[in-house]
Nanobody, 120 residues
Framework: QVQLMESGGDLVQPGGSLRLSCAAS????????MGWYRQAPGKQRELVAA???????DYGNSMKGRFTISRDNAKNTVYLQMNSLKPEDTAVYYC??????????????WGQGTQVTVSA
């Protein structure tokens, strides 16, 4: 089994910054893609950012230029630096990881979510 532990969600003022972290632990052979998704009340879950083990990144359109995803492969940890936060960034942020637990077994795992609230 694999667990994803998220941290860093908080209440922040518009224009502020936050850094989210997500550490994967458990029976891990290799993690390919790690990323962050978010879901605001009444809206569908959407991609925030993702990064492969090789460092290739992908961002949601409204996050480009404000958010930066990074990763420490040795620690199985992914980070999301969020700058210039806006009220519309308010959501629950979920960590996601594509994990190989054996050479022939790959599954998607999700964290429990961390709340980010942007408000004055």
């Amino acid at each position: 089994q694999v667990q994803l532990m998220e941290s860093g969600g908080d209440l922040v003022q518009p224009g502020g910054s936050l850094r989210l972290s997500c550490a994967a632990s458990g029976n891990i052979f290799h993690i390919n893609r790690m990323g962050w998704y978010r879901q605001a009340p009444g809206k569908q879950r959407e991609l925030v950012a993702a990064i492969t083990s090789g460092g290739s990144t992908d961002y949601g359109n409204s996050m480009k230029g404000r958010f930066t995803i990074s990763r420490d492969n040795a620690k199985n940890t992914v980070y999301l630096q969020m700058n210039s936060l806006k009220p519309e960034d308010t959501a629950v942020y979920y960590c996601n990881a594509e994990v190989w637990t054996a050479w022939d077994r790959r599954d998607d795992y999700w964290g429990q979510g961390t709340q980010v609230t942007v408000s004055a």
